[in-house]
């Protein structure tokens, strides 16, 4: 049913309930007050209040147009060039507002600047005046209060929910267990497979006291950083992120920070952090300079962050806030996320296409149910992601995090025995190597073999068993894998994902 506002653009069936993040137990709420979604900046408003309105409808004045369905009619205008945009924006008070759109707007700045040139971009507070070369805030607003359109409201609305109904009173049982610290043994005899969150485990890195929005927009405002499909300097990015309209904002995630910033990461006097201790060992080191992507660095604004995924190659993952707050909700591998539908092989994951979307459609639902984990990380805390686990992640405020994925040595071996699995069996899922690694679980078997042997076969016996497959040497493995290919022994060459295009782990 079309969702319905008052008329002073109020939803009905929005409970806008808000709380403080760190409100995190059922009951736990002082007073709750109701916030009201603003009015669209056009006057926009659901589909559902064209049954209250007694005037004349937007929509029909858009002559034979007036057969499609508005998602249709947004399918179509997504395939147009700035100059019909603006053309057919003019020709009546519906088509006026649906090509303000700023997703049409996002894609044509994202093709305008595929090519990447010296022009530098001057970031105007929306895609549409920015792709227009307009002065931030210039524009006629024409009213368009007689426009009724969920494709058109939706997105506004979901730019603009109050995160604290989602993130707070989070039930008892979900909650995500908490410690101080754990020890290396603690953690690989009991915790590898399950989330928690550290309160006081980073504070002695460096960074934790020194970075701050503020301090690296001024130490590295000119460098570029990598923000999901685009190579903006952070002093563009920042004026983005607190000047934007996006139901999806954009989300710096760069694994190239270190090089870029000439920082340190390791146990060196000058290092600005360092691996935490209580995650050990990390088997995917023995690959070295030839390991996958597994280190970012993560900025972003309110409402930023991840939809449902799972860490590629089935690596478990820790992920650090510096500064700002992560909601987090969580679900073991096989449970079935409310919302989220993924193809027999697990390549593909459909879900809603925002967080927001997601929240506003499932969160109930998925709150209620038994395997779901939930937690607020702030900022001095680290949360581990298990391998399989599935999470979204959330921006509270706009914040920084680092963020590595690995693979912890536990006694069961059941992590490095998911990684062999994956790299094996679902080489074209595989993602981070660089583009001249052609076989990534040949390699990674013969860098393992010297060092862990009897790791090695233990972890390939528990793959073969979860396969199906009979027991067999880790050398005849790669020896059979290596006659399959024709038998010119290893050839390490990725054609895996290089980019930084790939899935947000």
């Known amino acids: 049913m079309p969702s319905a506002v008052t008329t002073n653009g109020t939803c009905l069936d929005a409970s806008n309930q808000v709380a403080s993040p760190n409100d995190l137990v059922d009951g736990g709420m002082s007073e709750s007050h109701t916030d009201s979604i603003p009015s669209h900046p056009l006057g926009v408003k659901p589909l559902g209040n064209q049954y209250l309105f007694e005037g004349y409808n937007a929509r029909r004045s858009i002559g034979t147009w007036r057969s499609l369905p508005d998602e249709m009619l947004m399918v179509i205008f997504e395939h147009f060039d700035r100059s019909s945009l603006l053309k057919i924006g003019h020709t009546c008070k519906f088509f006026y507002a649906f090509c303000h759109s700023e997703e049409l707007w996002k894609a044509i700045f994202l093709l305008q600047f595929s090519v990447k040139d010296d022009r530098p971009v001057q970031w105007a507070g929306s895609w549409r005046s920015t792709v227009l070369g307009l002065p931030d805030g210039h524009g006629t607003r ?13 997105p506004f609305a979901c730019s603009n929910i109050q995160l604290a109904q989602y993130t707070s009173r989070i039930p008892k049982a979900n909650q995500i267990r908490r410690f101080d610290n754990l020890t290396y043994e603690e953690f ?4 590898t497979r399950e989330p928690f969150i550290l309160s006081k485990c980073i504070h002695d890195w460096p960074v934790t006291s020194r970075w701050t929005i503020d301090s690296l927009l001024r130490d590295y405002a000119e460098i570029e950083f990598r923000a999901e499909a685009v190579d903006w300097t952070l002093s563009t990015y920042c004026r983005y992120m ?9 989300y710096l995630f760069d694994r190239n920070f270190a090089e870029k910033m000439s920082i340190k990461v390791g146990r060196e006097a000058d290092a600005a952090y360092w691996r935490p201790d209580c995650f050990g060992p990390d088997f995917f080191e023995v690959l070295g300079e030839e390991r996958p992507a597994h280190r970012w660095l993560i900025v972003g604004p309110e409402r930023s962050g991840s939809t449902f995924h799972k860490d590629p190659n089935g690596t478990s993952a820790w992920n650090a806030v510096i500064q700002g707050a992560k909601y987090w909700i969580m679900f073991p591998p096989t449970a079935q996320v409310p919302g989220v539908y993924v193809s027999k092989d697990s390549s593909e994951v459909t879900s809603p296409l925002s967080i927001a979307e ?9 709150r209620k149910l038994p395997e779901c984990v939930e937690g607020i990380c702030e900022a001095g805390e680290i949360l581990h992601v298990p391998s399989g686990w599935w999470h979204l992640v959330v921006n509270l405020e706009k914040g920084i995090a680092l963020t590595q994925n690995f693979v912890p040595q536990s006694p069961s071996l059941h992590h490095l025995s998911e990684v062999l699995s994956f790299l094996r069996d679902k080489p074209e899922q595989v993602s981070g190597f660089r583009q001249d ?29 979860k396969a199906g497959k009979k027991k067999r040497k880790w050398d005849a493995a790669v020896a059979a894998d290596d006659e399959q290919s024709g038998g010119a022994g290893f050839s390490f060459g990725f054609g895996f994902g290089g980019d930084d295009e790939e899935e947000i782990p």
Request: with cysteine.
């Open 142 to 154: 024409v009213d368009c209060s007689n426009v009724f359109s969920d494709v058109l409201h939706r």
């Open 188 to 191: 690989a005899d009991r915790w």
């Open 437 to 465: 690694i052609e076989k990534p679980f040949e390699l990674f078997v013969e860098r393992l073999g010297p060092q862990y042997p009897e790791a090695l076969q233990k972890a390939l016996d528990l793959a073969d068993r």
């Open 242 to 250: 607190s000047h934007n309209l996006d139901e999806s904002p954009l």
């Open 358 to 366: 997601w929240l506003l459609t499932f969160h109930e639902e998925a």
